[in-house]
């Protein structure tokens, strides 16, 4: 069974899950000569559209974040109505250098669920959305030489298999079924709640739109960008905003970014491969 179409379908806020999807991806179809196709249900409108259907022939490089050591909650529920009968699948998730925990075990389940067959899956340490220092450019030229030969592993492995039948559910680590999402701590062990945590809006603020326009919730308020409603801490607004009016100031949030970059800077993790 040789695909004949390759995707690259993607959750990325802050662009980081789409470049090495797209690395992976890019090296597929190079085997194959032709073109990749993207789905990128990074913003709302396209997860409203419907589930995703993938079919005999496509090879789906199918990446999301690590919120906490999972699948973003606000996510998941999309991910799991993905289908893909005859369709074979790649999991890949990027997460902040801490711990990626039960997130690929999550992502390659859930998408086993929808009827995909799992060729191979992995996890990228990249840089932190809270964070301009922690991982700081990364995914780099290393992690994209990495993937690229990842992806030429994952194409001998398809290509020795035959067919989907010869093909079993690749083995990664994790939990089956799933912990709980990571809770981040205080100085005394005492939990940090950051869930109502929304970002806050300079007088910098010529109210654009754009981060409206980019929120991967739809929760910014295009005409009064200062009214947020849910917030999963993605970062793009502040990320993504021409006049840098966007930020966060909660206590909360700013000791656990600290934390995040105190402890978890160092050592630098490289790319965990499972074929």
């Not at 179809?29 to 022939?57: C, E, I, N, S």
């Not at 690590?66 to 909650?73: D, E």
């Not at 690229?148 to 039948?165: E, I, P, S, T, V």
Request: hydrophobic letters at 35%; proline letters at 8%; charged letters at 20%.
């Amino acid at each position: 069974m040789t695909p004949t179409t390759v995707w690259a379908a993607w959750f990325s806020a802050t662009d980081t899950t789409k470049q090495i999807v797209t690395t992976i991806a890019q090296r597929f179809a190079d085997h194959l000569g032709v073109p990749v196709q993207t789905h990128d249900f990074t913003l709302p409108q396209v997860r409203k559209a419907g589930p995703k259907t993938f079919g005999p022939g496509d090879l789906v490089v199918f990446g999301t974040p690590v919120y906490a050591g999972r699948v973003p909650n606000l996510l998941i529920k999309y991910v799991a109505s993905v289908r893909g009968t005859g369709a074979v699948a790649v999991p890949v998730v990027c997460y902040g250098n801490r711990a990626y925990d039960d997130a690929l075990m999550e992502l390659t389940r859930t998408l086993e669920a929808g009827g995909l067959t799992t060729l191979a899956a992995a996890a990228f340490s990249c840089q932190h959305a809270f964070s301009d220092t922690q991982n700081a450019g990364r995914p780099d030229v290393s992690d994209r030489t990495i993937a690229k030969g990842f992806a030429d592993a994952a194409w001998r492995k398809l290509c020795a298999a035959g067919d989907l039948a010869a093909l079993a559910p690749v083995a990664v680590p994790g939990n089956d079924p799933v912990g709980p999402y990571y809770t981040p701590r205080d100085r005394h062990g005492d939990p940090i709640d950051i869930l109502k945590v929304r970002p806050k809006t300079t007088d910098a603020c010529n109210r654009c739109g754009k981060c409206a326009k980019l929120c991967p919730l739809g929760s910014i308020d295009a005409e009064d960008p200062t009214q947020v409603s849910k917030c999963m801490k993605c970062n793009r607004c502040v990320r993504h905003c021409p006049r840098h009016a966007k930020y966060f100031d909660d206590p909360n949030y700013l000791y656990h970014k600290t934390e995040l970059e105190d402890q978890f800077s160092w050592p630098r993790k490289g790319p965990e491969l499972f074929l």
